[in-house]
């Protein structure tokens, strides 16, 4: 019989727990939640749903948006947290370079009215800014990368102007509840605009 996995996301977890033997969601806690020292991190609210016509499953991660934070910390600060966790600081410039361009994901993906230009890294979404000449990149997106969850559960890292963006949606009391792409957009856009400068007081 042929399996088809549903979607890309399970494969890299599929991919991990067959090579390095460990429970993915034990990984998580041993070698996220723990080192970053998440405050409401919960192992038994973590699951692996199965599939009913395949013999692989999903993964429904569930964090507060205090530790959601912490983890968009952890990649802001990548030069820093990550060589003291994993000893190399590039896997975080390696998993948020754009692979798919905005261009090859087209408008299949994104609901109407999406404004954002991101492409797509290894499980991150990259921003692709409008390039301009002498490979100029400009503006306050520049570099930014974004973990998109179920019904606008989202982690939002601006490097360029050191700021993380943890945003979450209380789906399991209501699982109509939602935050739409060019909504969350917006609430990016608002952030943006009301980052102070350095004289700020």
């Keep these: 019989m042929r399996y088809i996995l549903r979607t890309s996301f399970e494969l890299p977890?599929?991919?991990?727990?067959?090579?390095?033997?460990?429970?993915?969601?034990?990984?998580?806690?041993?070698?996220?939640?723990?080192?970053?020292?998440?405050?409401?991190?919960?192992?038994?609210?973590?699951e692996k749903p199965p599939y009913n016509d395949s013999?692989?499953?999903g993964y429904k991660l569930t964090l507060s948006t205090r530790d959601m934070a912490r983890l968009?910390?952890?990649?802001?600060?990548?030069?820093q947290w990550v060589k003291?966790?994993?000893?190399?600081?590039?896997?975080?410039?390696?998993s948020t370079y754009s692979t798919t361009r905005f261009e090859e994901v087209g408008?299949?993906?994104?609901?109407?009215?999406?404004?954002?230009?991101?492409?797509?890294?290894?499980?991150?979404w990259a921003?692709?800014?409008?390039?301009?000449?002498?490979?100029?990149?400009?503006?306050p997106y520049q570099g930014a990368f974004s973990a998109m969850g179920s019904g606008g559960q989202n982690i939002t890292v601006f490097p360029l102007l050191d700021i993380v963006v943890a945003h979450k949606v209380n789906?399991?009391?209501?699982?109509?509840?939602?935050?739409?792409?060019?909504?969350y957009m917006t609430i990016l856009d608002l952030v943006v605009d009301a980052k102070c400068g350095a004289s700020a007081r």
Excluded: N
């Design 13 to 46: 977890g599929i991919a991990f727990e067959k090579l390095t033997h460990k429970d993915l969601l034990d990984a998580l806690r041993d070698e996220l939640a723990i080192p970053l020292r998440f405050q409401d991190f919960d192992r038994a609210r973590q």
């Design 55 to 57: 013999p692989h499953y």
């Design 72 to 79: 968009a910390l952890f990649a802001l600060g990548s030069d």
């Design 84 to 94: 003291t966790l994993w000893a190399s600081p590039d896997i975080i410039q390696f």
């Design 107 to 124: 408008d299949w993906y994104w609901s109407p009215g999406w404004i954002g230009r991101w492409g797509y890294g290894m499980l991150w």
């Design 127 to 139: 921003w692709e800014a409008p390039k301009y000449p002498c490979d100029t990149w400009t503006g």
């Design 171 to 183: 789906i399991d009391k209501d699982s109509s509840r939602g935050v739409s792409g060019p909504t």
